[in-house]
Structure formats: C-alpha cells, structure tokens
C-alpha cells in the first residue's frame, strides 16, 4: 500500500455543481499527476501539478482546474459537473528528479454525478 | 497524439497455462510501465522499464520492452487464479506525464 491517500472515497452529486477532491502525496514527493478513470477504461491524464504550478495537462476542459500547496499535497476543482464526469479519480505522487522514476497512485475517489 | 494499444483487450485462460500480452506506442519514450487494478481498486504498479532490452521478473509475471520495435511484452507462466486482473501498460511521453492503454482484463479459470 503506498503513502498516497485521497478524499473523499464516494461522492454523489448533482449535474451542474462543482465537486473538490483531495489528495496528500506520499513523503519525499514533489509531484502530484490526476487522472480520471471512466467504466471498463484505463486512467487518462488530467494535470500534473509540480512546485505549485501546473505542469502540464491533457485534454480536459478548463472547468477541470487545481491547486498544489506548499506541502505538495493537490485539489482537484471540476465546476458544473456533467453526467460524463461519472468516473474514478486517481491522483499519483512522484519525485522529480528522482533516479528511478515512479508514481504511486491512491485509492480513488468514486465520483458519481446523477 | 501518442497511442498505446494493448491486445488482446480480454482474456480468459486456464490454470497453468502461459499467455502473453502485448503494448505497442506510437511514438519515442524513455519509461514504460505495468499496472495491476483489481475491480473497485486502485493501480498496483509492477513494473518500471527503462532502456531498450530491460526484462524484469517478479513470480509469474515477466516484462520485457524493446524501444526500437516499440513494443512491450507482459508473459504469465503457469497462471494462478490470483493473476486475475486488469493490466496496463503506460507509456511516459514527456516530463513524467503518462498515458495509459486501454487495459487487459484477465479472467484464470481453475
């Protein structure tokens, strides 16, 4: 089991609200990447998020946005939420600049919008 | 658009039996990686491959990753029913950020 925790574990929302999901990196990481899981697919990338800016991104609308503070730990904003956003959200924590590069992903937030 | 296509996507194979599955990319990276999900789980990361012709092994499960042919194989030898799972392969494309194929879900029969 890794270090990496998220929050909440299930949330159900209406579309058209804004949702926030939370993750803390594992210790010694810099780097935290999102990324949304649908039904039956594999993780597609959101953002990655290094030293408090966003550093790269993948094709998301801007109404997927996010936060990295200073303790490295990450939000994850998606405003007016459509019945698509239905996924698993999975952040990963990693050292840049690491030898041996690695990610380590949490357990997921279950997001449901109806 | 960097592609990563595993096959095959389903696969269903008797106790002890060897099977292989395979990622192809589309494009140059230094970093390939194997993924395990369980359902309603997280991704159990099995594998880091690094350099043309790295072949890595743990249990059953063996790795391997040819950058030129830009290929990449996961083989299970003698499969348990505990080997059941979704697998993915991922491909990193630049600066750490990784793209995912679409998985293989393997189902063992005892």
């Not at chain 1, 990693?94 to 357990?107: I, N």
Request: aromatic share 12%; charged share 20%.
């Amino acid at each position: 089991e890794t270090g990496v925790t998220q929050s909440p574990t299930h949330l159900i929302k209406t579309r058209g609200q804004q949702v926030t999901l939370r993750c803390s990196s594992q210790s010694g990481h810099n780097t935290v990447s999102w990324y949304q899981q649908a039904l039956g697919q594999g993780p597609q990338f959101i953002f990655q998020y290094y030293r408090e800016e966003e550093n790269g991104r993948g094709n998301f609308p801007p109404r997927f946005s996010g936060l990295q503070f200073p303790n490295y730990s990450s939000e994850l904003n998606v405003n007016a939420l459509e019945l698509d956003d239905s996924a698993l959200y999975l952040c990963a924590s990693s050292r840049k600049g690491a030898l041996y590069y690695e990610q380590y992903f949490g357990p997921g937030t279950r997001l449901t919008v109806t | 658009e960097l592609k990563v296509e595993q096959n095959p996507l389903f696969l269903s194979m008797q106790e002890g039996k060897n099977y292989t599955i395979y990622c192809n990319y589309s494009t140059t990276s230094d970093r390939l990686y194997w993924y395990r999900q369980d359902p309603g789980k997280s991704l159990e990361s099995l594998f880091v491959l690094l350099s043309n012709g790295a072949v890595k092994q743990e249990g059953r499960l063996m790795a391997s990753l040819d950058t030129k042919a830009r290929l990449s194989t996961l083989h299970i030898t003698a499969a348990v029913h505990d080997l059941s799972a979704t697998y993915f392969c991922a491909v990193d494309i630049l600066d750490d950020k990784i793209i995912f194929g679409k998985g293989t879900r393997l189902h063992i029969l005892p």
